[in-house]
């Protein structure tokens, strides 16, 4: 590699690290209010997170997952992730019923 050259895998780390700083953001924010549904009035670039871990969800049905991806999706099922987004009611889920996304 010269130094001209992208460092491919310190980009993927990158990606990592990112992605896992998110995961412990949304932790916490659900250890305190009980749900995932992120609003912008909390932090809009978390709830954009969320948001494109829903949408990415949907265009990996479409496909195999990678283990990667499937390790992800893994870690935010156990987390309690709401896959299907609501709109918030006074900061918290509308009674609203939702169907949760099931993986085959």
Known sequence: MTCCEPNVESQHMSLD??????????????????????????????????CSQRHFLQAEKQGTPTARVKERIDALEVL?????????????????????????
């Open 17 to 50: 690290e990112n992605w896992k700083r998110h995961f412990v953001q949304l932790k916490k924010f659900k250890e305190k209010f009980g749900h995932t549904y992120v609003t912008n009035n909390y932090d809009s670039t978390l709830k954009q997170w969320t």
């Open 80 to 104: 309690g992730f709401d896959w299907v987004a609501q709109r918030l009611s006074g900061g918290k889920p509308s009674n609203k019923v939702v169907t949760k996304i099931v993986l085959l």
